[in-house]
């Protein structure tokens, strides 16, 4: 395997391409932020399967060898389309959340997301498909992502909304909450802060490099690249560039802002 190539919305995924490079050091990587559609949060799950097949299709034009859609709501509207046509593997996020939840124990799970994915039923299906007797609450928070894209994971604006957004969820006693999208963990100071302890917080992130590295271990395992970030980004963004670099305490080998439907057009 030589490349793989991962896809969000904005500076979401990566917090899963962080926990892949850590875990492979060795192996390239091109990440596209489709941040001139960003978010995707607030589409119709038609839009959002529109952006995630043009996402997708670009992608595969550059070669990967495994597609990891490092987006809730993209895998909550898209996946079984993404996955249909697709000569490589195709990874999603929902699915190994989902499981990670489950094997915290708990039986009062939460999940929280952008109003796509919540509004989809993808989390609150797989989880009581795997399990029929949890009992399964959510919450769509769409003000999460704007603070994360803002770089506002640790402050008290940040807190202030997790408290209005989690509360009903804590009244239940919520056991195990779902970050049920990529942009979460970036505030999961605060999030945490307002939980407290005793919640069990399941980063689908990191949820889903461990799929990752346990059912493509193999060919993951074979990956002989040389440690390279390759950045494609649908508009330019400062602020992404410097999240990026705080995220993934590097710069990117390669920067382009490019076209989905017309290829790269110009370096960065
Ligand atoms: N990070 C994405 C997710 O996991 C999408 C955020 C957005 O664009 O609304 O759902």
């Not at 960003?38 to 550059?62: C, D, F, I, Q």
């Not at 005793?198 to 990752?212: E, F, H, N, R, Y």
Request: with cysteine; net charge neutral.
């Amino acid at each position: 395997m030589s490349l793989i190539g991962v896809f969000d919305s904005g500076v979401g995924g990566l917090t899963v391409l962080r926990e892949m490079r850590r875990r492979l050091p060795r192996a390239d990587f091109l990440y596209l932020g489709d941040t001139a559609r960003l978010p995707y949060g607030s589409k119709s799950p038609e839009t959002v399967r529109r952006y995630a097949l043009n996402a997708a299709s670009y992608l595969r034009h550059h070669e990967i060898d495994l597609l990891v859609v490092a987006c809730n709501t993209a895998s909550a509207s898209a996946l079984p389309d993404l996955a249909k046509c697709s000569p490589i593997p195709v990874l999603g996020v929902v699915e190994p959340g989902a499981r990670a939840a489950i094997r915290s124990g708990a039986r009062r799970i939460g999940v929280i997301g952008t109003e796509g994915t919540i509004r989809s039923g993808a989390y609150q299906n797989t989880l009581q498909h795997m399990r029929v007797d949890l009992r399964i609450r959510s919450r769509a928070c769409p003000l999460f992502v704007p603070l994360a894209e803002e770089g506002w994971g640790n402050h008290e604006i940040t807190r202030q909304v997790a408290r209005i957004y989690l509360k009903d969820l804590l009244d239940w006693g919520v056991e195990t909450l779902i970050l049920g999208c990529t942009h979460y963990p970036l505030l999961q100071e605060s999030i945490r802060a307002v939980a407290g302890p005793s919640v069990k917080l399941v980063d689908s992130a990191t949820a889903l490099s461990d799929v990752a590295i346990e059912e493509h271990g193999a060919l993951l395992g074979r990956t002989q690249g040389k440690g390279l970030l390759r950045l494609h980004l649908t508009d330019a963004s400062e602020r992404f560039l410097r999240i990026a670099e705080e995220i993934l305490d590097s710069e990117a080998d390669e920067f382009r802002v490019v076209d989905l439907d017309s290829g790269p057009t110009s370096p960065g």
